[in-house]
């Protein structure tokens, strides 16, 4: 069962005076409500409003960043609450693109022929966000990028501080918005796209994106750069993060036992779009309960998918 524990009484009529010995078990919906982050930890007071930004985004060949290919970094710089530079580089695969990348991205091959490869363009990006706070949608996957790229370099690449608008967009705009997608709170914010799943496009609307949220954010008096993951309140966070997959068994009479009590908390007090286990609740109730790494849902299958080893270990 997913979330419930419905099939238990068949299955113990079934089993029962038979040389069979069941192990309860469950596939809950897991959130790490103490995971939630809009921005990187850092404890540095930085003033948003003296901080130089660099508002990025990739196209790249798929979602592993450590198998896949980038294939355009463009970003915006955003100074005193202006937009003052821009950079924008193809880069060359050194491999044909798949028929899916080209229809998402309107990048061809052709496009990408004459490029420069990812050896020479990473220098250069590097040195144009120098100094600066990071800003994108969705930060973790396009940061994850840039931090992999830099490193088969062995290029010094500083990530310490990042603001995730994604995130951002989840936490407070969650009341105006259904969708949290590029898309969809560019409409929100009225900024036009012109180009969706170009980075170009995409870095230049994020800016905007960027400068109105920063206002939002000043007329709720957050001011520093620390402050923005100090408003996040725990008791909210955990209905803002995508659910991961992870398989519980009982081990004996006391977690299963336990084991009600988890799936009772999730659907009663953390039911938000379907019934959350949240992590809190599950090391509250940890005793004779086996924890597994879920499906292809879970964060083992997604790091070792798409992250890297480092990322996956953690797992």
Same mark, same amino acid.
């Given at each position: 069962d997913h979330n419930g524990l419905y099939a238990y009484p068949d299955?113990?009529?079934?089993?029962? $005076?038979?040389?069979?010995?069941?192990?309860?078990?469950?596939?809950?919906?897991f959130v790490d409500e103490t995971n939630f982050k809009i921005s990187s930890d850092s404890t540095e007071e930085l003033m948003l409003k003296d901080?130089?930004?660099?508002?990025?985004?990739?196209?790249?060949? $798929?979602?592993?960043?450590?198998?896949?290919?980038?294939?355009?970094?463009?970003?915006?710089?955003?100074?005193? $609450?202006?937009?003052?530079?821009?950079?924008?580089?193809?880069?060359?695969? $050194?491999?044909?693109?798949?028929?899916?990348?080209t229809k998402l991205t309107d990048i061809t091959d052709d496009i990408l022929k004459d490029a420069p490869t990812i050896e020479q363009v990473m220098p250069g990006f590097l040195k144009f966000i120098e100094g600066c706070v990071l800003v994108a949608h969705n930060a973790t996957f396009d940061v994850g990028f840039i931090r992999e790229k830099a490193k088969d370099q062995s290029l010094e690449f500083d990530?310490?501080?990042?603001?995730?608008?994604?995130?951002?967009?989840?936490?407070?705009y969650n009341e105006q918005l259904k969708r949290f997608n590029l898309k969809a709170v560019a409409k929100f914010f009225k900024v036009k796209q012109e180009q969706h799943h170009r980075a170009e496009d995409d870095a230049f609307v994020t800016a905007q994106?960027?400068?109105?949220?920063l206002h939002d954010l000043f007329k709720q008096n957050i001011k520093q750069f620390h402050e923005i993951n100090q408003a996040i309140d725990e008791k909210e966070s955990w209905k803002h993060i995508r659910p991961i997959h992870i398989n519980v068994l009982t081990q004996n009479q006391v977690g299963y036992k336990n084991l009600f009590r988890v799936i009772s908390?999730?659907?009663?007090?953390?039911?938000?779009?379907?019934?959350?286990?949240l992590k809190t609740v599950l090391n509250k109730y940890r005793e004779g309960l086996l924890i597994g790494s879920g499906c292809a849902n879970g964060d083992v299958f997604e790091a070792a998918l798409n992250q890297s080893d480092e990322e996956l270990i953690k797992a």
């Open positions: 299955i113990y009529k079934e089993t029962k $005076g038979k040389d069979i010995k069941p192990i309860y078990g469950v596939e809950l919906d901080a130089k930004y660099i508002v990025f985004d990739i196209e790249t060949t $798929g979602l592993s960043s450590t198998r896949d290919k980038i294939i355009e970094i463009a970003a915006v710089k955003i100074e005193s $609450g202006s937009i003052t530079d821009k950079y924008q580089s193809f880069v060359n695969p $050194g491999e044909p693109l798949s028929a899916f990348t990530d310490s501080l990042y603001i995730d608008t994604l995130n951002l967009a989840r936490y407070f994106i960027w400068l109105s949220m908390d999730a659907l009663t007090d953390h039911f938000y779009h379907g019934p959350r286990t």
